[in-house]
Every structure is written in C-alpha cells, then in structure tokens.
C-alpha cells in the first residue's frame, strides 16, 4: 500500500514539475511571430487602406529652433485618405499659429503671426524658406499614424532579423538610376507593429529616425477587417529627430476618430 501511495505522489510530482515547465517558460517566446517580405509587405499594405479619415487632437513639443513660432504647439488634425491633409496650430492658451493643407501635391500654409500665406508643391517647399524643413518633417512623422507607405512598385525590400525586431530594408532607384536604401523598418514580433523608421537620403546619411510608441486600438474594426483580426491600432506617440541635427519634434495624441464623415469645413480650402 505505502509503495502504491508513494507511486502516485512521485507521479503527481513529476506532473507538477513538467507542467510547471510548460507554464513558467517565457511568454513572449511563444508569441513571437515569424515573418516574411511579402507578409510584412502585405501588413503595410492593410493598415494603410484601413484608415479611411481620421480626426485627432495632440500637443507637440518642439526642439531645436526648428520651428520659429512656437515650442509647444496644440494641434489638431483632419485627413481623408488618400492625399487630403489638414493640420491646426494653437499656442496654450487658444490663439492660432499656422492651418497646414495639403492636397495631393500641393499645399497651403498660413502663419496668422506672421500675416503670410504660402502655397506651392510638397515635393518643393523651398518656398517656405526656414519652416520648409518643421513642416516636411511633420508630414513624414503622421506617417506612421496615417499608415506607413507600402513598398512601391519601383522599391524592393529584404528582410533581417534585428534583436527581437525585424528590420525591413526598402530600396529604389536614385536619380542616376543605381538602387539606393531610401528606408528601413523595425517591426516588434508580437504584434507587427511598426516601432521605428529610419529616412535615408540618396548618399546614404540619415534624413530622420522616427520612433513610434504607445499603441491603442481605436474605434471599432478596421475597415475591411474581420472581427478575428482585431481593432485598429494607431500609436499615440510618435517622436522624430531631424538626421540633419536641426531638432525634434515629439507629437502625443489624446484623442483620434478613425474612419467617420468629414464636414467639407474640415478640410477646407484658403
């Protein structure tokens, strides 16, 4: 009898011990994803067709001098996919700085401080003068809350393994024709989401190192998704160093819509 108990509570044991095993060994391990260019291609592609519009209320703290009207700026945003945005600046205490708006390739800036009103092409904003540079890094830093641009069909794209990070490495052709890395990638292995992105000029320096943190799903199912596949995710804080050492801006989001009727007043005309 005593030889039978004891067989039972070695077995009880052994079980304790194996089992125990299987539900301390590290977590995140199990939840890390294997990746791939096409499927990391494919993820890009879905969340950025999946915000539709998007209403949203941050502040920006500026850093540098690169932005001469204001250090701390509350803003408000307003963009309609695929190329209609429109940015509001306004100090503390309620009084307006600049309205961004952009249309396809063309934009409009208008500086109440300064009594001016800029118009010409995003591709060129060299007639903006000093605030060219704030407000081109502005755009690239949204573009990972709007969604980050899928690879182009002129861009090719390779994949490494960086830490617990997956580094995709985006190149296309320069202006003499030889392929160049235009942008690299870091996505996080639980979720896919993309955590860092680097912009290279055609020599090959650093243009900008944008982080992007605080992830939160946000109104309901993204467009085009099943309930399986989650909620939107958005990062409420994006922060941008300029490679070119002019500053930083770091932008916190404390509301976002995604996906609701704009008022034509939105994202109104000058």
Known sequence: MRAFIRSIVIGVLSFILVSGCALFAPRHEAQLKQATVEGLTAVLSQREVALQTM???FSAKVRGGILPI?????GALYYRRP?????????SVGSELFEFVQTGDQFTLRLPTMHRVVSGSSSDMSGLGKIAR???????????????RTIAKDETATLVEDGDRYRLNVSGPASNGVQVLRRSLWFERQAWNVVKEERLTESGSVEAIIQYEDFRAIGGAAVGSTASEGQLRRPFKVSLVDGKGQ???????????????LLSTDLAQF
């Open 134 to 148: 704030p407000f081109q890094l502005s755009v690239w830093a949204l573009g990972g809350l709007l969604g980050i």
């Open 247 to 261: 500053g930083s801006v770091e932008m916190t989001f404390h509301e976002m819509i995604p996906n609701q009727p």
């Open 70 to 74: 204001a250090s701390r700026v509350e």
């Open 55 to 57: 209403k949203g209320l």
């Open 83 to 91: 190329d209609a945005m429109r940015l509001r600046g306004f100090t």
